[in-house]
């Protein structure tokens, strides 16, 4: 067995970022997300190979990558989390999924498509997007055409996941 994590940013005006607070207001305005933690951001990560996978236009990053977990998670504060076990199969079947699908690009259509009713690229990936196809490959969830952070924090929630805070783990560097 396997444990994966999905790790969910959680918007801060004080990190200067703007464009989470930006996202995490912008997603809370759908009644979807009503009631939701401000998550602005997604990562998948494979806890046992210490990386993270998701889509980006962080640090230099244009769209779908791996990292390693302690380049990702520098302010561990600022994360919570939902930890679940995989088969070592389905573990390695996301993984691939993952890795067939690096480097596609940032989809931000997608992003502007929580609005506009599921516009998006197909070759594109925005964070939680990406995720939500690689949850759907090992089919522990339905895919969701619009899948924001917090409307992923939400099915994790009614699937009964408990959502952590990061800020208990030691990262190795």
């Known amino acids: 067995m396997k444990v994966i994590r999905i790790s969910q940013y ?53 769209g779908t990558r791996f990292a390693p977990c302690e380049e990702v998670y520098t302010h561990n504060w600022r994360w919570d989390y939902f930890e679940f076990m995989l088969t070592d199969e389905d573990e390695e079947l996301m993984y691939d999924f993952c890795s067939k699908h690096c480097g596609k690009k940032y989809d931000w259509w997608g992003v502007g498509g929580f609005a506009l009713f599921g516009i998006n690229d197909p070759n594109k990936f925005y964070c939680s997007e990406g995720i939500g196809y690689a949850l759907a490959v090992i089919r522990f969830l339905k895919f969701y055409r619009i899948l924001s952070p917090r409307h992923l924090t939400k099915i994790l929630l009614k699937k009964d996941f408990v959502m952590k805070s990061r800020k208990e783990i030691k990262l190795s560097a």
């Open 10 to 62: 959680r918007a801060d005006k004080n990190d200067k970022l703007g464009a989470d607070d930006i996202i995490a207001f912008y997603t809370g305005l759908f009644p979807v997300n009503w009631g939701t933690p401000k998550h602005s951001h997604s990562e998948l990560e494979f806890v046992d190979r210490n990386l993270t996978w998701s889509s980006t236009n962080r640090d230099g990053s244009k």
